[in-house]
């Protein structure tokens, strides 16, 4: 705690930033008004949540409830009107839906369908929602499940993935390429995976921290997570104030900050646990000192059990996702070995549902 004023080299320039965003927020205020009937036309950026009756979008800020079929995914182009009432509309009539042309979106098509026909459910959608954020291909009971079990947040892409894929990339390319050309190609490939599991606010926090200490690697400058961390919430909220009242926004700052202030005290007061587990329940304990009250404001209740049992799951989700991404890759080109590729997974993966 007494080195945290190191990771603040300006107050002023902070404070700056701060009453900017401030502004930001406040010129943006929605100007629609409760019982207004608006028409709203774009792309979904971010991954819709479904449910037995229904799927909810984010759309250019505006959330809506809208009927379960057609299902909308990532890249699609839709319009939709209803009638807003605290910038959301609870039943929204859908004008127009076209799928993205996009490859990008194209190849995250492809991918989803390479996992649900490689595995079995719910193997095939805890992949999918793992490595892609897809929430399309997990059943409602095994999505109460990880609710219930404290557990939905390992589903989804998130901040761990972007960690992940670059690390991966990087050690990849540079027995390839030098180090300053990988480090470039690894920023590249963060935001490809963004563009591909969505831009979530968690994942496009990590992906902008990400990007900040990939450049000060290439440009040999010290790379201070405080700061990283600011700074990509001052980018997030400039370019899109909405964040604020995001919960996944929130959520995700909110773990991070807890886990650069906690993780590691909690690490040696826990050496005993075996190190397999270690990591997991050190990383879950420290996020759930931030996240805990949030969640059990937002959702009234709260799984005292959840830091245990992700403890038991989290090492299982590098391996899932490396070896997902590398299933999927390679089924696109030679569907065959990508299939047994992907069988490797299935230990893990039933591992997993047997501890939820």
């Not at 690894?186 to 921290?209: E, N, Q, S």
């Not at 290439?218 to 790379?223: D, I, P, S, T, V």
């Not at 929130?250 to 991070?256: D, E, G, R, V």
């Not at 005290?265 to 646990?273: A, D, K, T, Y």
Request: with cysteine; aromatic share 12%; hydrophobic share 50%.
């Amino acid at each position: 705690m007494k080195e945290m004023p190191a990771c603040f080299p300006s107050i002023r320039l902070y404070l700056v930033l701060l009453l900017v965003i401030i502004a930001r927020i406040l010129l943006s205020q929605n100007a629609f008004e409760n019982g207004n009937l608006i028409k709203i036309s774009g792309r979904v950026y971010s991954e819709p949540n479904y449910y037995e009756y229904a799927q909810v979008i984010n759309l250019r800020g505006v959330r809506a409830k809208l009927p379960p079929y057609p299902e909308i995914s990532l890249g699609d182009k839709i319009i939709i009107q209803g009638e807003v009432k605290d910038n959301y509309i609870k039943n929204a009539d859908l004008i127009s839906f076209s799928k993205s042309d996009f490859i990008i979106y194209k190849i995250r098509r492809k991918l989803l369908d390479f996992y649900q026909h490689g595995l079995p459910s719910p193997h095939s959608g805890l992949v999918a929602g793992v490595v892609l954020g897809s929430k399309a291909g997990v059943s409602q009971q095994f999505y109460e499940s990880l609710k219930q079990s404290g557990t939905l947040h390992i589903v989804v892409a998130s901040g761990m993935n972007v960690t992940l894929v670059a690390g991966f990339l990087l050690e990849s390319l540079v027995l390839f390429i030098n180090r300053r050309r990988a480090v470039v190609v690894a920023i590249l490939g963060i935001w490809i995976y963004v563009a591909l599991a969505g831009f979530d606010a968690p994942l496009v926090r990590a992906a902008i921290m990400g990007s900040i200490a990939f450049s000060a690697l290439k440009l040999g400058r010290a790379y201070l997570a405080w700061r990283g961390l600011l700074i990509s919430a001052f980018i997030m909220l400039m370019l899109n104030p909405s964040y604020l009242s995001n919960l996944g926004f929130i959520l995700s700052f909110t773990a991070t900050a807890s886990l650069m202030l906690f993780e590691s005290q909690i690490s040696r007061l826990i050496h005993f646990v075996p190190h397999i587990f270690r990591e997991g329940l050190s990383t879950s304990l420290a996020a759930q000192i931030g996240v805990a009250p949030i969640l059990y404001y937002s959702f009234g209740e709260f799984n005292l059990l959840s830091p245990l049992i992700n403890a038991l799951l989290l090492w299982t989700i590098p391996y899932i996702t490396i070896i997902g991404v590398l299933a999927g890759l390679t089924g696109l080109i030679l569907l065959p070995i990508g299939k047994l590729i992907l069988l490797v997974i299935y230990p893990l993966t039933e591992y997993f549902v047997l501890v939820i």
